[in-house]
């Protein structure tokens, strides 16, 4: 195993990588992009970039990093934080089910920060580089994610295993040998936040995944690692445990398994609200005649709860709220993200007028996917009821291009500029030419809107 995930790290490149993988990792860039720069707009982003500017500069003899739509200089590790937290901060990146968590949020930050620190010591760095790292990045998280949860008894973050991608993503790009790999990736599983994801659930506040710590941790991994500092092994890698989870790494990809949001929350409570977005359509409802609601959902999804969310970030992590918003709104998007909707008066009557309660076989089936139906009670008695339901977004049941492009720019019109949202996603598109600008790219993604 240990051959075999170095030869994967340190000796893949762009032209080994299958075409359906490409286009995964290109919908993941534009997508993770566009979540960053509406998250740039955030107040957990505002917090934590002020904190990595004053407290993890970089030092004069080394280059600096930048981050991600905020323009300011620090060290790499500095600006993984502050783009981490910048994604985290707005529910709406890729991710897998069966990982329970995401590693875009984690991964391209962590390995812009280091691409940025490179090109600015005046090594090249190509696009082909940076997509071949973001690959391995992505690979190595979710497999190390999967590993984790079959062998540890709590639920952690996606912060305590995209520590352990980043780190391989970043042994990469400086050019570690295998020993150096080993230890780079031992370090930052070690030092990885084994953060628990239901406290955050039931108690929802500027955590989130734990990414803001564990894209740092995966950057500084790397870079000690390369001072000769040691670390291996990586339990989640190298044991006998993790085996079977790292068997036919380079011939079947986990990669394929990403999924995309179509909303602004967590996607555990997705389900539920393209079902009842579906049943208002279908009849043709509006919310003044729904007297109540009922999902029935897996076990995860019914401690997201949520029914008065006091703040966006409890909000993101609820269930009956973005139920509600759909079932009065129809849709979820950036004006629903704004504090005054928690106020919302009629919101707020279907919020407490729906409940949730655990179906045992969801909670079974819920393991690749996320399961729901629902309910709803009419004020002239109907009962309507859903089929089960499964999010859209998933590899079987994909957003098309045309839907991730219009997920962008919904994120980036008015945030960006209509003009530089397109020369986003135009160089995304053409970031494996050879005579793409990689450096303009970083230009157009660090500086602030």
Known sequence: MKKAFGEFVLNLGYEDIPAEVLKTMHRSLLDTIGVAAIGSQSEISAIVKKFTAAHMPCAETTPAAHMLFGGQKTSPMGAAMAGAFTIDSIDAHDGYSAVKGHAGSAVL???????????????????????????IGYEVSYRSGLTLHATTPDYHTSGAWTAVGVAAAGARLLGLNESQLRHAVGIAEY?????????????PTMLRDGVGWGAPTGVSAAYLAAEGFTGAPAITVDSDEAAPFWSDLGTRWEISNTHYKAYPVCRWAHPAIDAVSDLMTEHNLTSSQIERAQISTFHYATRLAGHAPESIDE???????????????????????????????????????????????????????RWADVTLYLTDGTELKSQPYTPRGDPDNALSDE??????????????????????????????????????LLDLVFAAP
Not at 109 to 135: F, H, K, W, Y
Request: aromatic fraction near 6%; glycine fraction near 6%.
């Open 315 to 369: 909000l993101t992590y609820a269930l009956a709220y973005p139920f509600a918003i759909m079932a009065v709104r129809g849709k979820i998007g950036l004006e629903e993200l704004q504090p005054s909707v928690l106020a919302d008066p009629e919101i707020q009557r279907i919020s407490r007028a729906t409940s949730i309660k655990e179906s045992a076989h969801y909670t079974k089936i819920s393991t690749r996917k």
């Open 191 to 203: 030092h990885g936040p084994r953060s628990q994801m239901l406290r955050c659930i039931d108690h």
């Open 403 to 440: 839907e991730i492009s219009a997920k962008f720019h919904l994120f980036t019109d008015n945030t960006l500029g209509k003009a530089r949202a397109d020369s986003i996603e135009a160089m995304v598109t053409k970031s494996a030419d050879d005579d793409f600008d990689l450096a303009a």
């Open 109 to 135: 930050p962590g390995v812009l920060a280091i691409i940025d620190a490179l090109v600015n010591a005046g090594q090249p760095v190509s696009g082909r580089d940076l997509i071949a790292a973001l690959t």
